[in-house]
């Protein structure tokens, strides 16, 4: 029998067979043809094109605030990487899928018919923090608090679990994209300097930091000036960055004081004791333990693999369908 788990990410998209594990990790992107609306190219391959398209070529990211911003493309790129990931193996699988915590009920009976459409058999739709504390190894069947946030690329959700569901929560819509956003800025007010998307994520993955003094990194960035029109080259440090990063990630802080403080006290003292896990590809950036830690007075771990912890989680699931299937 053939289980399928799906991270639905705003970024990613990571697929889950059950047996054999993570089979497609891929990111969520669609390339779409701006007159005739057909799609050209999915995943990666769309990916290279985003900020290089011609004229009528758009590279989009259907999924990109943590809901579905365009529903037939998602269900496009959702149906390409599920047969890019099974080839003619796909017969009726039954379909867990990951979608964002704040996603609207209508979105939710989107997702479900696209599975549907696929031609799932039966389609399980679980909140992606709960699959995410389950692929970091939380068990969070007992009546014991866990903590996980999870910075993705849309948005950054926080949640307090307790036996098997989740107890209190939020979710905003500052994460990876924004420090990519973030750093856009950043460049343009310092330097006068015209980046492309993917130039600032770059950034952010090699000298990105949130905690102050702690990275002492420099990086030779390049595009356009602004006032002279022509390629122009800057170094940039990790401190500059993190000063760009500073008011967002201040943010994040507050949002996640604030889910404490909603939290019953018996499960806050747990949390005391167990600590927080962070997920997500944006909690790769350096310094995001110590500064929660410092900030929120308790022990903060990162989860082994990140940005495939949801996919993870979707197997553990799938393992234990009883867990799932009520
Ligand atoms: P989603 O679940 O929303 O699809 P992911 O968990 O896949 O998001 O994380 C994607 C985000 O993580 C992107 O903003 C990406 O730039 C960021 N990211 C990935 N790797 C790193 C890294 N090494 N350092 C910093 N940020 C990273
Ligand atoms: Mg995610």
Avoid: W
């Amino acid at each position: 029998m053939k289980d399928i788990g799906i991270d639905l990410g705003t970024a990613n998209v990571v697929i889950y067979l059950k047996g054999k594990g993570i089979i497609l990790n891929e990111p969520s992107v669609v390339a779409i043809d701006t007159d005739s609306h057909r799609v050209l190219a999915v995943g990666k391959e769309a990916n290279e094109m985003l900020g290089r398209t011609p004229g009528k070529v758009k590279a989009i990211r259907p999924m990109k605030d943590g809901v579905i911003a365009d529903f037939e493309v998602t269900e496009e790129m959702l149906s390409h990487f599920l047969k890019k990931a099974m080839g003619k193996m796909i017969l009726k699988p039954r379909i867990l899928i990951c979608c964002p915590s704040n996603i609207t009920q209508v979105e939710k009976n989107a997702i479900r018919e696209a599975a549907e459409r696929i031609g799932a058999r039966k389609i399980f739709l679980e909140e992606e923090p709960k699959v995410a504390a389950v692929g970091a190894g939380l068990d969070i069947s007992k009546p014991s608090g866990n903590m996980v946030i999870d910075i993705g690329g849309g948005t950054t959700d926080i949640a307090i679990l307790s036996l098997g569901g989740i107890v209190t929560s939020d979710s905003i819509r500052i994460a990876g994209d924004a420090f990519d956003n973030d750093i856009n800025k950043f460049m343009k007010e310092k330097y006068k300097l015209l980046i492309g998307e993917r130039t600032s994520e770059e950034i952010k993955k090699e000298i990105g930091c949130v905690y102050k003094n702690m990275k002492k990194e420099k990086m030779e960035v390049k595009g356009r000036d602004m006032i002279t029109g022509l390629p122009k080259t800057v170094t940039v440090t990790s401190q500059e960055i993190e000063e760009a990063l500073h008011d967002d990630v201040m943010e994040i802080i507050r949002a996640t004081k604030a889910v404490l403080e909603k939290t019953p006290p018996e499960l806050s003292a747990d949390i005391v004791d167990k600590g927080i896990i962070l997920t997500g590809g944006g909690a790769l950036i350096e310094g995001f333990p110590q500064l929660f830690q410092e900030q929120l007075k308790v022990p903060v771990f990162i989860a082994d693999s990140p940005l495939t912890c949801v996919a993870e989680g979707t197997g553990i699931l799938l393992e234990n369908i009883e867990l799932i299937d009520r």
